[in-house]
């Protein structure tokens, strides 16, 4: 497939304003969090026990502020919180500040906090049918961060409740290529990935591989076991005779962009019971898998419904995400036999 430059393809699709604005604020908080990451930067745990990092805060309040800068009349719904932000204790904050002083000049800790907190106006009145909304998850996949493995920058536009633009900053990732990849898609206009480490702006088409042979099938899933039942995906995948080869297992929503370029075919998600999934986990990758020629749906094969709030509501007992319809149907039915749904 041919590589194409954002300039020429932009002038000639909808939405090339809110592209490049995306693609760009995306790369550069790719670079900092990398940059962050490398560092060790300060973390804290929020009230829900889970970890939160400096570069959790400043993802959000960057990359927020720079798109309500072009898009004033948008709303956003996002992870974190000022609240979360003021609780983390003085030097978490104080290289929060410092971190979007470098990214954007200017910021203090009311700033910050004013960023910040965008990401609830998209959930004021608990749905995001109407008009557009922008979901960020800053650093999909924290603990991975912490570890110093992999992450995704995931940020989506909802218009009507449905997903138009995903992208995944995705810095730690060596596929398709070494060196960490924007994933992107726009609906209707096909998915992408550009390299990171390249000056040019070169975005490369994807699709999913749409094999089905047993043996050809690469599963992949969360890193985390308290993410997903390792157990039922592996009986649901055994019965297919889809073990051939072991599941890549990384952090965030890569996950799907490896589904979308065809380095994997199968994404399960079973969190445990009680569990309700956060569209910021899944809107972008939805969208790239999607564009890419894939399927994406809950286990009783539905369609992701984004237009609900913050959350995917507690009908949702888990997603699966793969290559196209046929496999679909088949992992589906596994899980269903396994009695995952």
């Known amino acids: 497939m041919a590589a194409v430059l954002l300039g020429v393809w932009a002038t000639q699709a909808p939405l090339a304003k809110e592209v490049r604005v995306a693609l760009d604020a995306v790369s550069r908080a790719s670079h900092a969090a990398a940059r962050m990451q490398r560092l060790a930067v300060a973390s804290a745990r929020k009230a829900d026990a889970s970890p939160v990092t400096v570069a959790d805060f400043t993802v959000q309040a960057f990359v927020l502020s720079s798109l309500a800068e072009e898009f004033p009349a948008d709303r956003f719904i996002a992870e974190e919180t000022s609240r979360e932000f003021l609780a983390a204790g003085a030097s978490v904050r104080d290289a929060v500040v410092h971190a979007c002083s470098e990214l954007r000049g200017g910021a203090t800790e009311q700033s910050v906090c004013d960023a910040l907190d965008l990401g609830a106006t998209g959930a004021v009145d608990g749905w995001s049918r109407a008009g557009r909304t922008w979901v960020l998850d800053p650093i999909d996949g924290t603990k991975g961060f912490v570890r110093g493995d992999q992450f995704a920058i995931a940020l989506a536009l909802l218009d009507e409740g449905q997903p138009r633009l995903g992208f995944l900053g995705c810095p730690r990732a060596d596929r398709p290529v070494p060196g960490g990849v924007i994933f992107w898609a726009q609906r209707g206009h096909g998915a992408f990935y550009r390299r990171l480490d390249a000056a040019d702006q070169v975005d490369t088409p994807i699709r999913t591989d749409p094999v089905t042979a047993p043996e ?82 809950d286990l009783d094969g539905n369609p992701l419904d984004f237009s609900l709030g913050a959350t995917l509501g507690d009908h949702v007992k888990g997603i699966v995400a793969t290559n196209g319809p046929v496999l679909h149907k088949l992992v589906l039915r596994a899980l269903a036999t396994e009695g995952a749904s």
């Open 216 to 297: 050809l099938v690469v599963p992949c899933e969360a890193a985390e076991a308290s993410h997903t039942s390792f157990s039922q995906s592996a009986a649901a995948l055994v019965s297919l005779g889809f073990d051939k080869t072991p599941p890549i297992r990384i952090d965030g929503q890569g996950k799907y962009g490896l589904v979308g370029c065809g380095e994997a075919h199968v994404y399960t998600r079973l969190p445990r019971s009680g569990y309700v999934e956060n569209i910021w986990d899944h809107a972008a990758g939805a969208c790239i898998v999607e564009e890419a020629g894939g399927c994406v749906t």
